[in-house]
């Protein structure tokens, strides 16, 4: 519990830090919500909109604000960014993974956060988003394709070596990996094939060696954002089951669900993405 209660925490810091970037004066212009808090909490970076001659001149720059004093500093990635939303924290606050490239193509790069040791993870792939980096830093996670859920699935790329392989073939992947504290699970949200057309998605498991995929919800509304909490034994996760968006928790073994929180509607899953 103490687990989810730090996680939400750094969510409401990065919802704290939206709404009153609307309502202050920036050094930049605002462009998306999909900021990301660092994972000790002190750090959050966003993608600014510039127009593409600002872009040139900076470096094509995320913005890191300093959730402490609430400044901000151009960090310049020198790589023309492909999607805004594959941005992600290393483990240990350090490093920003990212998708850059030209047009709808890109390669997984990573960058310090002094804006230093630029280094890229393999060569021409289609489009990666949904970065995930495993707990040991060995192997990323990413789903692959062109936000088409035919088509999209999740792949593990070795920072080491950068092989890459497949790890989903059946299951249309909506993306938001998450690793398990094991580093041989990940969960994801995907439809189950008879829903695809359908605003419905569950959450799955999947065991990365031997590929077996387990759902872990029922197939009732909206399941998104999964998370492991309590030492890897249960998964919170975000539901509209109820007509609102609300807090649950699914247990591995049992698979039972419960609803943690009831009055939590105001919240939006885009705030509640990533970080």
Known sequence: MKTMISHLSRKFLQLAWLLATCCITSTVRFQDLHAQVEPSS????????????????????????????????????NVPVVDPTSFTWSNDGQFIYFTAGKDSFGDVFRVGVDGTHL????????????????????????????????????????????????????????????????????????????NIYRCESDIFLIDIQTGEVNQLTDGLGLNTWPMSINSGNQVSFLSDRSGKNQIYTVDIVSEEIKQIT??????????????
Do not use: C
């Open 119 to 194: 280094q890229r993870f393999g060569y021409d792939y289609r489009r990666e988003y949904h970065l995930a980096e495993s707990p040991d830093g060995s192997q990323i996670a990413f789903v692959n394709g062109r936000y088409n859920p035919e088509t999209n699935n999740v792949y593990l790329l070795n920072t080491s070596d950068f092989g890459v392989r497949q790890i989903t073939f059946d299951i249309p992947v909506w993306g938001q990996l998450s690793w398990m504290p094991n580093g041989k699970q990940l969960l994801f949200v995907g439809q189950q094939m008879n």
């Open 262 to 275: 009831t009055q939590f509607n105001s919240v939006d899953t885009n705030f509640l993405a990533h970080g």
């Open 42 to 77: 002190n750090s959050l970076i966003y993608h600014p909109f510039l127009d593409p001659i600002e872009q040139q001149q900076l470096g094509n720059p995320v913005v890191m604000v300093d959730l402490t004093t609430f400044t901000e500093r151009f960090v310049s990635l």
